[in-house]
């Protein structure tokens, strides 16, 4: 089974590691179900859909999908570990759906495949 239980708990209610709860199984039936994490995220024991640990080059629209997507730009711009959806998901410098776009300040640098401070990015006029 892929339930467990808290100390003190009266009820087998908490997904084990690898699984998640999802609110419509409840929804529907009044009683927990957990499903196996999805390919992309990672899940502790407890984990929800809303608290889906995203791993590392994947990227998720909003914390009720159980669709994760591959970044374009890979782990650059999606590290894993720093949010459940959206730009949360983002690392620094890089924003947008599937943190495809530079954030305002910053540009892409193509070799690197990573968004740079335009502050800390100096380019002499040729």
Known sequence: ??????KGSSSCDT???DHYQ???????????SCRPCPDGASCSEGTTLATLNIDRSFFRFSNTSTTLHL???GKAAC???LGSFGRTICAEGFDGPLCAACSPGFHLDVLSRKCLDCEETHVSPA
């Open 79 to 81: 590290p894993g570990n």
């Open 71 to 73: 970044c374009p730009w």
């Open 1 to 6: 089974a892929a339930y467990t239980s808290g």
């Open 22 to 32: 999802h609110p419509e199984d409840s929804a529907q039936n009044g009683t927990h």
């Open 15 to 17: 997904c084990v590691k």
